[in-house]
């Protein structure tokens, strides 16, 4: 049983880098596809980015793509995602998650585990 804690967010000026980091216990990732997901206030939580299991291809969605990068570190049992260029756009709850299938990484329907969020929040 996996679980998922993640950490780094907070309150960051339009155009900053913002690094999250989510960190399993529980149980190694390293067999597991890693996603975030964000959910922005009285919207749905929308697909950000993924890792699939060896960590050597990564998905982001079409508003992130150029500014995000997911990556994973099955050694030490952590998943990132480095933001920059953030917009007031970007700000939301962000979530990491962890799926054993990883060939459709953007349905959240796949994903076996979850984070309980930290908040992101871009404004000048």
């Known amino acids: 049983q996996v679980q998922l804690t993640e950490s780094g967010g907070g309150l960051v000026q339009p155009g900053g880098s913002l690094t999250l980091s989510c960190i399993a216990s529980?149980?190694?990732?390293?067999?597991?596809?890693m996603g975030w997901f964000r959910q922005a206030p009285e919207k749905e939580r929308e697909f950000v980015a993924a890792v699939n299991w060896e960590g050597d291809n990564t998905f982001y969605a079409d508003s992130v793509k150029g500014r995000f990068a997911v990556s994973k570190d099955n050694a030490e049992n952590t998943a990132l995602l480095r933001m920059n260029s953030l917009k007031p756009e970007d700000t939301a709850i962000y979530y990491c998650?962890?799926?054993?299938?990883?060939?459709?990484?953007?349905?959240?329907?796949?994903?076996?585990?979850w984070g309980q969020g930290t908040q992101v929040t871009v404004s000048s």
């Open positions: 529980g149980g190694t990732i390293s067999r597991y596809g």
């Open positions: 998650a962890a799926t054993r299938d990883s060939i459709w990484p953007r349905n959240s329907e796949i994903y076996n585990y």
